[in-house]
């Protein structure tokens, strides 16, 4: 399903009329999650709240290795487990787990551990900003503009395309007879080129997605995050 819809990514047009809007260096939260983790609602819980910030782009990672456990969580792809494992070998530790947040591509965490999180985000923030990320829609074409404000990097610009909240019953596996909410779940993710520490522009179908659509660029395909921003409905 996700390799079918990341695949349809370039014939998508995303209607960003009206009510759209966009925001700036906000700081990245990924939320590695499975609808199979008993210890995950918590953390679903903790990143719809952080969703709701303007300062945050909060996104849900479903990964597919807790599948085995009676139930497969329908927004899991092997992508989004890879990209853990990613971040796994960044950091040199062995193995990943669920809740997982991982703040500005930097920082892990315990998804539900809220005060660590939260100083994690408080402490990106502070942090004097890299670049900036400008988003601007033109004929169902997205413009991404990279602007540099420090001199020596370069990076991997990603497009993420994430749905509307999904309220999901749970009919078996570690989770069963819960009904569940999942906000900001990534249901497409390309990448968008490569940035070369100068001024850049980009463009790209828009795609059509729930809710929005953002832009990262990061040192590599993970790694540290330096400069994000959205445009949602």
Not at 184 to 210: D, F, I, K, Q, Y
Request: hydrophobic content about 45%.
């Amino acid at each position: 399903m996700f390799l079918r819809k990341a695949a349809l990514i370039a014939t998508m047009v995303f209607a960003l009329a009206g009510g759209a809007r966009a925001q700036t260096n906000p700081v990245v939260v990924e939320l590695f999650t499975a609808q199979g983790c008993s210890s995950c609602p918590p953390a679903d819980a903790f990143l719809a709240d952080l969703a709701d910030r303007d300062d945050v782009i909060a996104l849900s990672l479903h990964v597919d290795y807790w599948d085995y456990l009676g139930w497969s969580d329908p927004f899991a792809s092997p992508e989004m487990t890879a990209r853990q494992r990613g971040y796994a070998g960044y950091q040199n530790v062995r193995s990943v787990f669920t809740p997982q947040m991982i703040v500005q591509g930097v920082t892990s965490e315990v998804g539900h551990r809220r005060a660590a999180v939260l100083d994690a985000i408080a402490l990106a923030k502070a942090a004097p900003a890299a670049a900036r990320v400008e988003l601007q829609q033109e004929a169902g074409r997205l413009r991404v503009t990279i602007i540099p404000l420090r001199p020596g990097l370069s990076g991997i610009v990603h497009m993420v395309s994430y749905d509307v909240p999904q309220v999901q019953q749970i009919p078996s596996g570690e989770n069963i007879g819960q009904t569940l909410t999942y906000v900001n779940v990534v249901t497409g993710w390309m990448r968008l080129g490569t940035w070369n520490g100068e001024r850049m522009e980009l463009t790209a179908p828009v795609p059509t997605m729930g809710k929005g659509v953002a832009v990262l660029v990061q040192e590599d395909t993970v790694g540290p995050i330096f400069a994000a921003a959205r445009m949602e409905r």
